[in-house]
T-cell receptor
Framework: GQSLEQPSEVTAVEGAIVQINCTYQ??????LSWYQQHDGGAPTFLSY????GLEETGRFSSFLSRSDSYGYLLLQELQMKDSASYFC??????????FGTGTRLQVFP | NAGVTQTPKFRVLKTGQSMTLLCAQD?????MYWYRQDPGMGLRLIHY???????AKGEVPDGYNVSRLKKQNFLLGLESAAPSQTSVYFC???????????FGPGTRLTVT
């Protein structure tokens, strides 16, 4: 089967850096995506890694290592508005995504 | 552009009742998806469509049916609702390759 594991919860303070890990047990996938979801809201796309390495988008960066079967989302200069749930998702083919169970990030002042 | 819209936003059903959830997108996307989200379970794919007139099963298709008669609309049907179908349902769409999906606001369904 296909499974993606994430920590259930992460806490940090404003201005800090936090890393949210995503490990998986599969091969032959196209890439790894990250989504953000605020409480009561809809998921929104953050980033996508098709290749190994780091992708940077403003304060957010995402990393993929196929040889180590893991990826992570790095959030820098944390702000209160970054408090949300973050989901990794694998593209096994061009048709669909399989999502992880999500990590709830709480940012404290 | 409205993006992806879902109707209704909330619904309460009794066990055994039927209903249809409507998803509409105005971005001319080929692919559309229906997910359910339960606490601690993340997003699980119910059914999806890669184009008008096509549908396919996802991870948790039992108890649901879908139709994609028009490119912009994707309907999710529950023929005989069960309490286990209490969940938040999200619709999403994407141009083609699935990694960047645009989600609707969700429908909160309670089955008593």
């Amino acid at each position: 089967g296909q499974s993606l594991e994430q920590p259930s919860e992460v806490t940090a303070v404003e201005g800090a850096i936090v890393q949210i890990n995503c490990t998986y047990q599969t091969s032959g996938f196209y890439g790894l995506s990250w989504y953000q979801q605020h409480d009561g809201g809809a998921p929104t796309f953050l980033s996508y890694n098709a290749l190994d390495g780091l992708e940077e988008t403003g304060r957010f960066s995402s990393f993929l290592s196929r040889s180590d079967s893991y990826g992570y989302l790095l959030l820098q200069e944390l702000q209160m508005k970054d408090s949300a749930s973050y989901f990794c998702a694998l593209s096994y083919n061009t048709d669909k995504l399989i999502f992880g169970t999500g990590t709830r990030l709480q940012v404290f002042p | 552009n409205a993006g992806v819209t879902q109707t209704p936003k909330f619904r309460v059903l009794k066990t055994g009742q039927s209903m249809t959830l409507l998803c509409a997108q105005d971005m001319n996307h080929e692919y559309m998806y229906w997910y359910r989200q339960d606490p601690g379970m993340g997003l699980r794919l119910i059914h999806y469509s890669v184009g008008e007139g096509t549908t396919a099963k996802g991870e948790v298709p039992d108890g649901y049916n879908v139709s994609r008669l028009k490119k912009q609309n994707f309907l999710l049907g529950l023929e005989s609702a069960a309490p286990s179908q209490t969940s938040v349902y999200f619709c999403a769409s994407s141009y083609s390759f699935s990694y960047e999906q645009y989600f609707g606001p969700g429908t909160r369904l309670t089955v008593t």
